[in-house]
T-cell receptor
Framework: EPEVTQTPSHQVTQMGQEVILRCVPISNHLYFYWYRQILGQKVEFLVSFYNNEISEKSEIFDDQFSVERPDGSNFTLKIRSTKLEDSAMYFC????????????FGPGTRLTVT | AQSVTQPDIHITVSEGASLELRCNYSYGATPYLFWYVQSPGQGLQLLLKYFSGDTLVQGIKGFEAEFKRSQSSFNLRKPSVHWSDAAEYFCAVAPSGGSYIPTFGRGTSLIVHP
């Protein structure tokens, strides 16, 4: 069964450094998403991406965040200058359409900012 | 804006016992409702969803959920729990028109004793 993959599974970085989290969505999916979950808190939506542009973003997704689909398979989330409060689990998801709400999630990348 | 409350952070049941995980939502109209499961090391997987119609919804892995408008609830049930059901369970709500992004609850961790 096709699945969403994410790399790395765990990333440790120092405050102020840039990080890129990588995701490979399911190959025929058209919509892509990033969510995050700070330890002990809710899963929060960051951004959705369709047709090579952002279709929706939350208040969390400020100028320090960016997303890109650099080739036909990868979908990346860049955090330009990490802060301690960016420490969280970051989930990528993809879906074939939006109306069914059938989003397929990756296993997540745990980001630790020290 | 919609919100979701999962009042139980942890639930412990014995294998073979029945299970009910609670979820309450806040939304002005009839929302779309979802339950996801996250097994260790894996991404969130959609268990079931409710859009309209029959208020008792059947999902995968033997789970069901019942929408009760009067109680603003969407509780997840399973008649007989298996050890492999030990996981994190997330309830989510989305507006019935417009954004296709679900709002998640904090999650309930299910522990299954042999």
């Amino acid at each position: 069964e096709p699945e969403v993959t994410q790399t790395p599974s765990h990333q440790v970085t120092q405050m102020g450094q840039e990080v890129i989290l990588r995701c490979v969505p399911i190959s025929n999916h058209l919509y892509f998403y990033w969510y995050r979950q700070i330890l002990g808190q809710k899963v929060e939506f960051l951004v959705s991406f369709y047709n090579n542009e952002i279709s929706e973003k939350s208040e969390i997704f400020d100028d320090q965040f960016s997303v890109e689909r650099p080739d036909g398979s990868n979908f990346t989330l860049k955090i330009r200058s990490t802060k301690l409060e960016d420490s969280a689990m970051y989930f990528c998801a993809s879906s074939l359409d939006r109306q069914s709400y059938e989003q397929y999630f990756g296993p997540g990348t745990r980001l630790t900012v020290t | 804006a919609q919100s979701v409350t999962q009042p139980d952070i942890h639930i412990t049941v014995s294998e073979g016992a029945s299970l009910e995980l609670r979820c309450n939502y806040s939304y002005g109209a009839t929302p779309y409702l979802f339950w996801y499961v996250q097994s260790p090391g894996q991404g969130l997987q959609l268990l079931l969803k409710y859009f309209s119609g029959d208020t008792l919804v059947q999902g995968i892995k033997g789970f069901e959920a019942e929408f009760k408008r009067s109680q603003s609830s969407f509780n997840l049930r399973k008649p007989s729990v298996h050890w492999s059901d030990a996981a994190e369970y997330f309830c989510a709500v989305a507006p019935s028109g417009g954004s296709y992004i679900p709002t998640f609850g904090r999650g309930t961790s299910l522990i299954v004793h042999p």
